[in-house]
């Protein structure tokens, strides 16, 4: 009998799963693990909406596995030490993991290689299970890596994804100790409206969203920035935990065809964008793509304000509220919440991108911090100086207001779109904040930070 580890990470399914499939063809015998790194607790990183989400996936993943005879093997530890254990008990010859992209994730797999080789035992590192094309598959011809999207969206789109991978029929698993999985409901803090996770319920999201009439994919250009729709496919949970393949993704959403189908597509190329750009700049997640010079304001009350979503701009402040109810927020709010942040209060994008990683389930180095550089004008956007007007932008994509008093419930009786911008007597009369700051002198204020001139 041989035996080989699969080592989940990112990646916690059984369909489309390159480094399970084939840690299934390695060996006769395979140690399905999990392992409970508390490396990830003291960086701060297993806040209580993914450790929830995560609960919930690794029930998902045991249940599919144990449909193919197998299940999975939960440990809690130091994660070279722990696989190394799993391997010196079981004898195996090869542990199977996905590739990361993040600095912490390049340092687990060269600590593993090491390890494992002193061992006598092999590291498969897989490409392509985490992203539909891996970082630094497609480059420009003097760089490492793409800085603008655009060029490298092109790139993305003639490459090609690579095939799926069929689920294994059979999964034989020796005889080896695990821990009890860990359940939801030992997790305190949990947002209240946060979504379920896990494996089954992703690929019946996916199918309803595909199917659905009006909201599903078939809508996703003309509605995406809709506040109050909701009609995202709000899939990006289970792409973080990496319960659904992007790699499937793109290939029924391009099976699908027409344009709500096409603009969902350049959104996972979007996600592999930032994917390769910190595979080749890990700092990036801490330190300044493109420095810009600036002195951040560190007013604590204006960022409180911020984070309790009572800055009295109430598109911002709606965001901020469904992030902390349900653990996620639209994307639109995410540009509009992030952009006051970093550029109406001129306040660290690291700051807000540290909120985020508290809150957001689907937080992840790559998206969460490449995205505020982007609306923090240090990342990669090629108008670094763009302010999105708050208001402007709520007029625009919250034309009713309905979104600012689902989740602004105390303007809920202020009709139509002047939710937006109450009159003072309305805000003093339902208990709403004045502006935090007059949008026109913060504009001035951070152009002259900038140094744009008058």
């Known amino acids: 009998m041989s035996v080989s580890v699969m080592l989940f990470t990112s990646d916690l399914r059984v369909h489309d799963q390159p480094a399970l499939a084939a840690a299934v063809r390695d060996a006769t015998e395979v140690v399905p693990l999990f392992v409970r790194d508390p490396g990830i607790h003291r960086a701060g990183f297993d806040a209580p909406n993914r450790r929830a989400f995560l609960a919930d996936c690794l029930a998902s993943l045991d249940d599919g596995l144990r449909r193919r005879g197998g299940r999975l093997v939960v440990r809690s530890g130091d994660v070279v030490d722990t696989v190394c254990r799993v391997v010196t008990g079981t004898g195996a010859r090869s542990v199977h993991i996905a590739a990361g992209v993040s600095g912490y994730a390049a340092g687990r797999e060269e600590a593993l290689a090491a390890a494992l080789a002193a061992l006598g035992c092999a590291l498969r590192v897989h490409d392509g299970v985490i992203t539909a094309l891996p970082p ?12 603008v999207f655009t060029p490298y969206f092109r790139r993305w789109a003639a490459a090609g994804v690579r095939p799926e991978v069929t689920a294994p029929r059979r999964i034989t698993v020796p005889e080896v100790a695990g821990e009890a999985l860990p359940a939801r409901a030992e997790v305190a803090g949990v947002s209240p409206g946060l979504a379920v996770g896990g494996e089954e319920e992703g690929r019946r ?31 990006s949970p289970h792409l973080h935990f990496g319960t659904l393949s992007a790699t499937e993704l793109v290939r029924r959403a391009r099976d699908r065809g027409g344009a709500g189908a096409e603009a969902f597509v350049r959104q996972l190329a979007w996600r592999d964008f930032h994917h390769q ?17 600036d002195r951040w304001r560190d007013d604590e009350k204006e960022i409180t304000a911020w984070r309790e979503g009572r800055t009295g701009c109430p598109i911002v402040d709606a965001g901020m509220r469904q992030l902390r109810h349900e653990g996620w927020m639209h994307n639109r709010a995410r540009l509009l919440t992030a952009s006051y942040l970093a550029k109406t209060l001129y306040a660290d994008w690291r700051t807000g991108a540290a909120h ?41 994509f919250d034309a009713d207001g309905s979104y600012v008093r689902r989740w602004v419930p105390e303007l809920a009786s202020v009709p139509g779109p002047a939710v937006h911008d109450p009159a003072p007597a309305d805000r003093a009369r339902l208990g709403y904040p004045a502006p935090l700051v007059d949008l026109g002198e913060a504009r001035d204020r951070f152009s002259r930070a900038r140094g744009l001139g008058d």
Request: aromatic share 6%; glycine share 8%.
């Open 277 to 293: 750009v910190l595979a080749a700049r890990p700092d990036a997640a801490r330190a300044d793509y493109r420095t810009r010079g």
């Open 136 to 147: 630094g598959r497609v480059t420009p011809a003097n760089r490492d890596h793409f800085a």
């Open 205 to 235: 999201r996916v199918k309803s969203w595909l199917a659905r009439a009006g909201s599903g994919v078939d809508a996703y250009e003309e509605r995406h920035d809709d506040l109050a729709g909701d009609a995202t496919s709000r899939l």
């Open 356 to 396: 985020f990683l508290q809150l957001l389930v689907d937080g992840d180095m790559a998206n969460n911090q490449l995205n505020w550089q982007w609306v923090a004008g240090t990342g990669t956007d090629t108008r670094p100086n763009r302010i999105l007007n708050p208001l402007a932008q709520a007029r625009r």
